[in-house]
């Protein structure tokens, strides 16, 4: 079993669509919870980073991290075309903040239709 | 350069070849990643590098993979008699000292095995 698990998608969804994802994960030492967003032949770029359980909204982004669920989402509102990407959660603990640094999920991708 | 410069941005070899694919960090960074990416799958750790001290190379998948970091600037990953399974996109990622601090990736080394 993956440390972490994410759903490979593809998602599709009309523009303007609420877009929910999802990951989970069995390593109860991660405190620190990411999501990453990747275009097609780019690296990816942090879009939210959140520490322990609870919500953060940027925009049109939420992330939230429910710990005791080992469950973390990344909800994106007004969704647009240009959002199409694959998006990756990743995580690490308190302890692995040099070597290993970040668990990556599988990736989402997404597709947001005109 | 203001970001993570990856050179060349795609490769192809023949298999059994050596290859070996260039990472320049952003400037003052003293972490430095290497991750591999492949087809549908999450980013895999490979080496990391920090500062002075010894590289973790815990994720390195077998011995014809080799890294090293110069000057702890630039890194050259090198891949010895290379095989098919090792075509993958090689994604570069620098990083400020320090627990909190982003991982910034570059565009990534798309490597093609035939």
């Known amino acids: 079993q993956k440390e972490v698990e994410q759903d490979p998608g593809p998602l599709s969804v009309p523009e303007g669509a609420i877009v929910s994802l999802n990951c989970t994960y069995s390593?109860?030492?991660?405190?620190?919870f990411m999501w990453y967003r990747q275009y097609s032949r780019k690296g990816p770029e942090l879009l939210m980073y959140?520490?322990?359980?609870g919500n953060k909204e940027d925009g049109r982004f939420t992330a939230q991290v429910d710990k005791s669920s080992k469950y973390i989402s990344l909800f994106i509102r007004d969704s647009q075309p240009s959002d199409s990407a694959t998006y990756l959660c990743?995580?690490?603990?308190?302890?692995?903040?040099?070597?290993?640094?970040?668990?990556f999920g599988s990736g989402t991708r997404l597709q947001v239709q005109p | 350069g203001a970001g993570v410069s990856q050179s060349p941005s795609n490769k192809v070899t023949e298999k059994g070849k050596d290859v070996e694919l260039r990472c320049d960090p952003i400037?003052?960074?003293?972490?430095l990643y290497w991750y591999r990416q492949s087809l549908g799958q999450g980013l895999e750790f490979l080496i990391y590098f920090q500062g002075n001290s010894a590289p973790d190379k815990s994720g390195l998948p077998s011995d014809r993979f080799s890294a090293e970091r110069t000057g702890g600037s630039v890194s050259t990953l090198t891949i010895q008699r290379t095989q098919q399974e090792d075509s993958a996109v090689y994604l570069c990622a620098s990083r400020e000292q320090g627990i909190n601090t982003e991982a910034f990736f570059g565009q990534g080394t798309r490597l093609t095995v035939v």
């Open positions: 990743a995580m690490r603990s308190y302890m692995d903040t040099g070597r290993r640094a970040l668990t």
């Open positions: 390593n109860s030492a991660f405190q620190y």
């Open positions: 959140t520490y322990s359980s």
């Open positions: 400037s003052g960074h003293t972490a």
